[in-house]
């Protein structure tokens, strides 16, 4: 089956060039069937974080912005999402959240994902039924424990706490360590050996990595192999430092981590 998406940015383009996608795709499937949906302009990536038993009871851990990717594959996350998430906004958009988990009646972990576009109007767009990568900001901004949630709801108990317990504290980066170039179209290709490592630490410095000094990167899995979590009273006093490349002495022989060449905004 051949498919093509066309951008229409007025009504008059959209009725001459759907007429144009239908003649198009007839021939190939016999079905000239056009699908529109609204196109948004620079949206945010906002997820928010949920929980919910067997007994009902579900609840939010807040937001998380995942705006920052390549090849639509998350690479920066930050938790609570900067700098446009009101208390309005963000109490709108759990509720949401929290309305998908409902009437699914879905329990367990889980994120709800969303578009946000300018002038506040938010979309829904897929809920992951388990937990994430980025999972870890929320951990530093709450405090609680998510592996330990998810499994105790899996085994039949009930979250041992009420929304309003649940509070932010402060602010979390996570940078995800890929290997891959980016000045070579991220490639990942051949594999790498890492020559030379020194892992990052300190207060309020999180590392997930399985990597070590003469580790061989094997070509056949995901290109992350690590990540790097910071947390800090407020945003710009994060020490993680993820997007200003301080994953300190780290070097690959083909590879430079990404997080060398992206700047915080």
């Given at each position: 089956m051949v498919s093509a998406c066309r951008l229409w940015r007025t009504r008059q383009a959209s009725r001459?060039?759907?007429?144009?996608?239908?003649?198009?795709?007839?021939?190939?499937?016999?079905?000239?069937?056009?699908?529109?949906?609204?196109?948004?302009?620079?949206?945010?990536?906002?997820?928010?974080?949920?929980?919910?038993?067997?007994?009902?009871?579900?609840?939010?851990?807040?937001?998380?912005?995942?705006?920052i990717q390549r090849r639509h594959q998350k690479l920066v996350e930050e938790a609570p999402c900067p700098p446009i998430m009101t208390d309005e906004l963000r109490e709108r958009m759990a509720e949401s959240a929290l309305k998908v988990t409902k009437a699914t009646g879905y329990y367990n972990a889980g994120t709800v994902e969303f578009l946000y576009a300018d002038g506040g109007d938010y979309y829904f767009m897929e809920m992951n039924t388990r937990l994430q990568v980025e999972h870890t900001v929320t951990e530093m901004v709450t405090g609680i424990d998510l592996v330990r949630q998810q499994l105790a709801i899996a085994a039949g108990e009930d979250i041992p706490f009420e929304q309003d317990d649940v509070k932010l504290n402060g602010h979390a980066i996570e940078c995800r360590i890929n290997a891959e170039d980016p000045l070579n179209n991220f490639q990942a290709d051949p594999p790498g050996k890492i020559v030379r490592y020194r892992s990052p630490g300190g207060p309020g410095i999180r590392v997930d990595s399985g990597i070590h000094m003469g580790y061989s990167i094997p070509p056949m899995y995901d290109s992350m192999i690590s990540k790097l979590c910071g947390w800090g009273g407020v945003r710009e006093q994060n020490p993680s430092s993820a997007c200003e490349g301080r994953y300190l002495s780290m070097s690959f022989l083909g590879y430079r981590p990404l997080c060398r060449f992206i700047t915080p905004s």
């Open positions: 001459k060039q759907s007429r144009r996608v239908c003649v198009s795709r007839r021939p190939h499937s016999g079905d000239p069937t056009v699908f529109i949906e609204k196109y948004l302009v620079k949206p945010r990536h906002i997820e928010f974080q949920v929980l919910a038993d067997q007994s009902g009871n579900q609840v939010h851990l807040f937001d998380r912005e995942c705006s």
